[in-house]
């Protein structure tokens, strides 16, 4: 009896140092996901407001996707911005 009671002791200890590493690591993902999310709103706030609306719209089309998918994407699409932050796209039907 007492090995058994030894046993789950043991078994517990465990079981609650693994919660504990498993919710140190949900924290470290979670702080990475807002800092993620923290630049991304941040570039965002970089794009002129006419270029921010299509990639709006884009990304509501694109639910599925990653948000730095998405504003990856979006930003291979365009050009880099000037010093107004207007971002002028690649592609020559754009640029009429």
């Given at each position: 009896?007492?090995?058994?009671?030894?046993?789950?002791?043991?078994?517990?200890?465990?079981?609650?140092?693994?919660?504990?590493?498993?919710?140190?690591?949900?924290?470290?993902?979670?702080?990475?996901?807002?800092?993620?999310?923290?630049?991304?709103?941040?570039?965002?706030?970089r794009v002129h407001p006419e270029d921010q609306a299509?990639?709006?719209?884009?990304?509501?089309?694109?639910?599925?996707?990653?948000?730095?998918?998405?504003?990856?994407?979006?930003?291979?699409?365009?050009?880099?911005?000037?010093?107004?932050?207007?971002?002028?796209?690649?592609?020559?039907?754009?640029?009429?």
């Amino acid at each position: 009896m007492r090995k058994s009671v030894k046993q789950l002791e043991h078994e517990i200890k465990c079981l609650q140092r693994t919660i504990n590493d498993n919710r140190l690591f949900y924290d470290q993902v979670i702080e990475r996901q807002a800092k993620r999310f923290e630049a991304l709103e941040k570039a965002w706030r970089r794009v002129h407001p006419e270029d921010q609306a299509f990639m709006r719209e884009f990304s509501k089309s694109n639910k599925d996707s990653d948000l730095f998918d998405i504003y990856n994407g979006l930003l291979y699409s365009f050009g880099r911005a000037d010093e107004n932050g207007r971002v002028f796209t690649r592609l020559d039907s754009w640029n009429k």
